[in-house]
């Protein structure tokens, strides 16, 4: 006998205006200046992102990964379309991956987003480095691990709203 932890209720469909919601918070917590703990934080947008490109890839696509870029870039200050050329190869990964993703419970596909975070955060350092600054040390890539270490809670966080039934009926099993 197989024990699984995955939940046997039914999710209602995601509301679009909930999505956009999301990376509309999201924006605004990569706006926040952090500092020296901009290298520990994860990168809001790209990981909420991935998870609605996983999630919902009717929804969110590389067109939307491209605006969210150059919305980060206009206020970050950085290289313009830094950004922009990362989430859109991270919404691309993400939704090449999303039917295979979904297979998986939470913890695993933490473990397969990791990979597509690393490489977003890749193409931005290469960026800069074309754009002449110094590369920011391998620090910088711990941002990732914590987007990583953060994608069991945020997947629950965001998957809350669906969770809410619309009528209980108790004459129905399900």
Request: glycine fraction near 6%; aromatic fraction near 12%; charged fraction near 10%.
């Amino acid at each position: 006998m197989q024990i699984t932890n995955r939940s046997t209720r039914i999710l209602q469909p995601t509301k679009p205006w909930f999505v956009y919601l999301s990376l509309f918070v999201a924006l605004l917590l990569d706006y926040i200046p952090t500092g020296e703990m901009s290298s520990v934080l994860p990168d809001w947008v790209a990981l909420v992102l991935a998870f609605w490109c996983i999630r919902e890839p009717l929804y969110i696509s590389m067109g939307m990964g491209f605006v969210l870029g150059l919305l980060v870039d206009v206020g970050s200050g950085g290289p313009m379309a830094q950004h922009a050329l990362a989430y859109v190869v991270l919404a691309f990964m993400a939704n090449s991956l999303a039917r295979r993703v979904m297979w998986f419970p939470a913890l695993l596909q933490a473990l397969h987003v990791l990979p597509m975070l690393l490489i977003a955060q890749a193409l931005m350092v290469g960026v800069r480095i074309l754009a002449g600054e110094e590369f920011p040390g391998w620090q910088y890539f711990l941002s990732s691990a914590t987007g990583v270490a953060l994608w069991l809670p945020l997947t629950y966080l965001l998957l809350l709203p669906q969770f809410q039934p619309v009528d209980r009926d108790e004459n129905r099993p399900i």
